[in-house]
């Protein structure tokens, strides 16, 4: 069957329809709910189109046209071989999702019986009605766009992590997502993250696939940070080139509180990154960071909105992009100050490293202030590597290829450097020396 991109939306619209009968099963009410309410704002928003001012840039029909061009399959629980990922001295409580499931047998006890809960989405649900229906949809609302409904529709199941108020977690949490099969599927998933007052946490997320299949991978997540909380959290995507992902990121920022996010992308065909902030409480601080290595025909689209609502809030982004080939990267981000958040700080700088001649790069900052007290700056470059440098480390005997290594990594490890985990950061800085080099699939995670 052949397809035109007018008529995908439909397409993909039945296609979802179709499965969602098989992803209810074993779900309490609130994700039924949530799910049906999906469908409505599917069937309302549709799916972005290529006018969309939004998706400007990446060309969302056609990526979906190349997935729902067959029947659709989505993930089914995974029965295969068992996956380790471990990064050295990080000493993390890791959770495990294969095509989307949680697996059981890497579930460490202490999450449920230590002082916080780190699991499956569907069993927290279950075992923390309250919190869990407390926070789950309230950031993202009923009346999702169409990209975010698809995700409510395709996921089985996700992770849920509860830190109570006081908890200062002394160990990282790891989630690890592969996804493995022969065959070309659809796998989504859905998390919630609810770190309570004066408390802290790191968590990574890791996502790979395993297999050179047309995968279609869809992610969201929504993050509560308390009043005088801490988090840092590390997204490292690294997947085959045929694999096309859509993630959505979410957080709300309380008074005294602070979020780190770093987006870390080495490999993919197609990534699209939504990632919204709302610094909701006084003094509320959020950094964003995000490195992208590209190359081939890839691409890779980063979307960053931070609301600034309340007085006295801080926001940094920072995002660079590595391009080669044929490649092509976007950014897109704003920062909104309303009205009542005077003496708010802001700063937004997004910087690209052309490799070739045919790679691209697309900039849009933006600023929306409606306050009359702010420091708000953004910015954006786009440049080859320096010349002058270039020339400065061959005339110390250092070959043009290695120089050339060696300037590409000193520009990303900017971002690098704000990663707080020592152990972590020395990971992410072997990852992104071996892909700048070349290499791909580089990350340890494989089967046992």
């Known amino acids: 069957m052949s397809t035109n991109i007018e008529n995908i939306n439909e397409i993909v619209v039945r296609g979802l329809e179709n499965i969602v009968p098989t992803t209810l099963k ?44 067959a029947p659709l399959i989505i993930s089914e629980r995974h029965t295969g071989k068992d996956f380790r990922c471990d990064v050295t001295h990080l000493d993390a409580v890791d959770l495990y999702l294969v095509n989307g499931t949680f697996q059981r047998p ?11 809960f780190a699991g499956s989405l569907v069993e927290g649900a279950s075992a923390y009605p309250q919190i869990f229906n407390e926070h789950f949809s309230k950031i993202t609302g009923s009346n999702e766009e169409g990209l975010l409904a698809m995700n409510s529709l395709l996921y089985n199941d996700g992770i849920f992590i509860y830190i109570p108020d006081g908890v200062k977690m002394t ?29 802290s946490a790191d968590i990574i997320i890791c996502d790979h696939s395993m297999k050179d299949q047309n995968y279609l991978i869809s ?20 997947m085959h080139e045929q694999t096309s992902r859509f993630s959505h990121t979410f957080i709300n920022i309380a008074d005294n509180a602070v979020a780190n996010h770093h987006s ?49 809030g801080e926001s940094t982004q920072l995002y660079k992009g590595l391009l080669d080939g044929h490649s092509e990267l976007s950014f897109n981000g704003k920062i909104l100050v309303a009205k009542d958040a005077q003496k708010t700080n802001a700063y937004q700088s997004n910087r690209n490293l052309l490799l070739s001649n045919e790679a691209k790069a ?5 600023l929306e202030i409606y306050a009359d007290d702010v420091k708000c700056s953004h910015g954006a470059t786009f440049g080859k590597v320096d010349e002058n440098a270039l020339y400065y480390l061959k ?41 700048i080099r070349g290499h791909k699939n580089s990350c340890k995670c494989g089967t046992l």
Not at 268 to 285: P, Q
Not at 403 to 429: G, Y
């Open 171 to 199: 160990r990282p949490i790891q989630i690890i997502s592969v996804v493995n099969d022969e065959r070309t599927i659809s796998t989504a998933v859905r998390h919630l993250i609810v770190i309570g007052k004066k408390s």
């Open 26 to 69: 074993g779900l309490t009410t609130k994700l039924q709910e949530h799910k049906k309410l999906a469908i409505e704002a599917l069937h309302t928003n549709g799916l972005p189109a290529n006018k969309s001012e939004k998706y400007k840039y990446a060309q969302i029909p056609s990526i979906l046209k190349k997935h729902f061009n």
């Open 362 to 366: 697309n900039t849009k900052p933006q």
């Open 106 to 116: 890497f579930f460490n006890d202490i999450a449920r019986i230590g002082s916080f």
């Open 395 to 435: 005339s110390r005997g250092i070959g043009k290829d290695e120089a050339q290594t060696l300037l590409m990594f000193a520009f990303a490890d900017e971002v690098l450097q704000t990663i707080s985990s020592h152990p972590l950061r020395e990971r992410m800085e072997s990852l992104v020396n071996e892909r």
């Open 219 to 238: 992610s969201a997540a929504e993050i509560f940070v308390g009043e005088s909380a801490h988090l840092n959290i590390t997204h490292l995507q690294n």
């Open 264 to 312: 870390l992308v080495l490999n993919a065909g197609f990534t699209r990154s939504n990632l919204e902030a709302n610094l909701n409480g006084l003094h509320a601080k959020m950094n964003c960071y995000g490195l992208a290595i590209t190359a081939n025909q890839q691409y890779v689209d980063h979307y960053v909105l931070l609301n600034h609502l309340k007085p006295n």
